[in-house]
Nanobody, 120 residues
Framework: QVQLVESGGGSVQAGGSLRLSCTAS????????MGWYRQAPGKQRELVAR???????DYADSVKGRFAISRDIRKNTVLLRMNSLKPEDTAVYYC??????????????WGRGTQVTVSS
């Protein structure tokens, strides 16, 4: 099995910064993509940012220019640096990883989520 451990998050005033970290462990095999999604109250879960093993990144339009995703392949860790935070960024942020255990069996794993609260 693959497990994800998330850290970071918390409360900050508008304009502030936070950093989220997520580390994968277990029968990781080959990780293809790691990323972050978020879900605000009453809304559907949405992509924030993701990065592939090749380093290709994808961002939600609402966070482009403010958030930056990076990945340490050796440590199986993905970081999300969030700058110029806005109250509308308030949500539970979930780490996600997609890959192949034993390089054969696909997996799509979610973390438990971490709360990010931005006050105006």
């Amino acid at each position: 099995q693959v497990q994800l451990v998330e850290s970071g998050g918390g409360s900050v005033q508008a304009g502030g910064s936070l950093r989220l970290s997520c580390t994968a462990s277990g029968n990781i095999g080959n990780i293809d993509t790691m990323g972050w999604y978020r879900q605000a109250p009453g809304k559907q879960r949405e992509l924030v940012a993701r990065i592939t093993s090749a380093g290709t990144t994808d961002y939600a339009d609402s966070v482009k220019g403010r958030f930056a995703i990076s990945r340490d392949i050796r440590k199986n860790t993905v970081l999300l640096r969030m700058n110029s935070l806005k109250p509308e960024d308030t949500a539970v942020y979930y780490c996600n990883t997609v890959g192949y255990s034993d390089y054969v069996t696909p997996y799509d794993i979610w973390g438990r989520g971490t709360q990010v609260t931005v006050s105006s």
